[in-house]
């Protein structure tokens, strides 16, 4: 018995993408999806009604940002994560690994666990397998990953290689700590860097434990994006058709396109609301930098092939205006249509999937976006 | 034939109270009314949808902020400040007097205008009585205000004089500089500071010159609550009972209520959304700091009273690690709240009328609240 179960829909046959649908406690989620991420209980400057109305099936949230604040007690206490954030469709919660490595100061790796400072109060804290479970088995999210070394790009073969051996004992004293294997699902993370036989390995030692659903992490570290598909091309083959496959920390709309192709169902990053938060929006046409000053007297919407509702209401003008003043609801509305955007562009996949047509689909957008002009602008 | 009209439905038997429709031509307002104030085409923190939700039915938005930013010439070009910011409930704007008094630098009055520098940009500005008329009419709000002089308080007896009398012939300049009296109703405002007599004075000049609105202006500014009450209980007497009134600045519950009993239709104030955005909540037991640590537990509603949505879905617990982590929705929340507490407050204030007995209902308010405590703390 296990909290999420994968239906594997269809493959489409010019790509290789698959359409599928995961099952979880919170309901349905149909994929390849992209999740918000809600750091800290809240996807930053959003309701919970606009994450629905845009069509958030699913959204992501921070173990290690919810241990230091409010602390995962206080959460259980609320009973729970969506409880707390009022928050009814599933949630997926990471292990905090990778914050762990990017965030805090002065780590040190032992088998036990890793040692480090606090990013905020720069107190001494330690994680662990076990520690990461005892957090995320609190706050009840429906998914949960592993807890994982993510190494920084590029790693020598020798320390990947010794990093992915722990990653995958570590991911046994997950799976033995979890406490509530019935309630929430835990996702295994193959790591290994650009190495094709390091990621086999990881891949192997994972699927052997029998996960409900696997992650490929540390991607989206730093490395340019042909090595993220080639090392997806050579990942993604050891990995189960009948489980869910998870490409984390990836948001930029190309890569999106080209993980489903890879045969991803599962993407997070923090890149569409981090970027409106900066007056950067994603549009059919490209990126589109609101606060410039052309857009002063345009009366356009920002994407004038988006139906969101940002989009039907509010010109650039104004929009530049609130970004310009450092008003709140600008950065509501440049959020809101960025979400917008990548949520829509994940049911066009889905759509392209379903008629067989991914790789076509893939051309007509990057055309449209300017992927394939010289010098073009991506994120 | 004037934008707006005013019908008194009922005075109050016990206070003396009025209630009353303001006709305008963007819709009909109950008075009395609290006003949210959107200094820059946006309510800090809230859309339209949600200021309509919690029952605003007019808002006011600045004419000095918005002549600077974005500039009255693009609202203008986006159809009118209604549709640059997608409110189409009736909006009020004042006429930049009081920021030039309170914002800039350097001023200079003369019986022309106001030189003074821009509190942005260092730049050399000046605003006269046809400068606010011409910018209001750009914007297009239903009810424009007289471009006044709105003297610090305590101001001596000769200075306040000469004060009033240049904002009587500044008012008379500005009906005569107006070029849409049929869109836009112009409200002359009286001045005078704590002087009965220049009061007095103010209002029948302003009267003389039959206005379709009466604001009193230059309260709070510093006084102390009881000469406000007592500056107003001698100005409304002398305000035609067939003109809606407007007391400016105010919106601390207690002053709502003294201000209703003494007259007064409608009000504005930054108080609300100001102190929400630093986790200050307004509740019906009081003053709430909601970042307090001892609500860290605390999963109780901001105000158990209140019926908002807010209250109805939130808990104190988690809007204080939202607004500890400066989460924007935290500031959402605690926003939407103050807002919804002052315009329900108006609707019992209403209702109270309606039944003649709002000093009770002062009374049953001030005693829930704590105002009648010794060291109550106000706003």
Chains 1, 2 share one sequence.
């Not at 046994?172 to 019935?182: I, M, N, S, V, Y």
């Not at 490395?223 to 091309?233: A, C, F, Q, S, T």
């Not at 509305?333 to 996949?349: A, I, P, R, S, W």
Request: aromatic share 10%; proline share 5%.
């Amino acid at each position: 018995m296990t909290a999420v179960k994968y239906e594997l829909i269809k493959t489409c046959k010019q790509s290789g993408a698959r359409l599928g649908k995961l099952h979880t406690p919170h309901g349905v989620i149909e994929t390849p999806i992209f999740m918000p991420v809600g750091t800290l209980a809240t996807v930053k400057t959003m309701s919970p009604e606009e994450l629905k109305e845009m069509g958030s099936q699913i959204i992501l949230s921070n173990t290690y940002h919810l241990w230091l604040r409010p602390g995962h007690d206080i959460v259980k206490e609320a009973g729970g994560l969506h409880k707390f954030m009022n928050w009814d469709r599933p949630i997926l919660t990471d292990s905090g690994g990778f914050q762990v490595f990017s965030l805090s100061d002065l780590r040190k790796i032992t088998e036990e666990g890793v040692h480090f400072r606090n990013h905020l109060s720069g107190e001494k804290l330690f994680l662990s397998p076990e520690g990461a479970m005892d957090i995320q088995n609190a706050l009840g999210s429906d998914i949960m990953m592993a807890f994982d070394e993510c190494p920084p790009y590029p790693a020598e073969y020798d320390y990947m290689k010794s990093s992915v051996e722990r990653t995958s004992r570590w991911a046994e004293r997950c799976l033995e700590a979890h406490q509530r294997p019935e309630d929430q699902a835990l996702f295994g993370i193959v790591q290994g860097g650009e190495y094709e036989e390091l990621r086999k390995q990881s891949a192997r030692d994972l699927v052997s434990l029998d996960f409900p659903g696997y992650a490929v992490g540390g991607l989206s570290v730093g490395e340019p994006k042909d090595v993220m598909n080639r090392v997806l091309d050579f990942t993604t083959p050891h990995l189960p058709e009948n489980k869910p496959r998870y490409l984390m920390g990836v948001g930029s709309p190309d890569s999106l396109i080209d993980g489903a192709i890879r045969g991803i169902d599962m993407f997070d990053c923090v890149l569409p609301t981090r970027i409106a938060r900066n007056g950067t929006c994603m549009t059919s046409n490209g990126r589109l930098v609101v606060r410039n000053a052309k857009f002063a007297r345009d009366f356009a919407p920002l994407d004038e092939n988006c139906d969101c509702h940002v989009c039907k209401t509010y010109s650039r003008a104004y929009i530049r205006h609130l970004v310009k003043a450092n008003e709140t609801f600008g950065f509501r509305l440049t959020t809101y249509h960025n979400l917008y955007f990548l949520l829509k562009l994940m049911e066009q996949v889905r759509q392209a999937i379903r008629e067989d047509r991914l790789l076509d689909f893939k051309e007509e957008f990057f055309e449209q976006y300017g992927f394939n002009k010289p010098n073009a602008k991506n994120f």
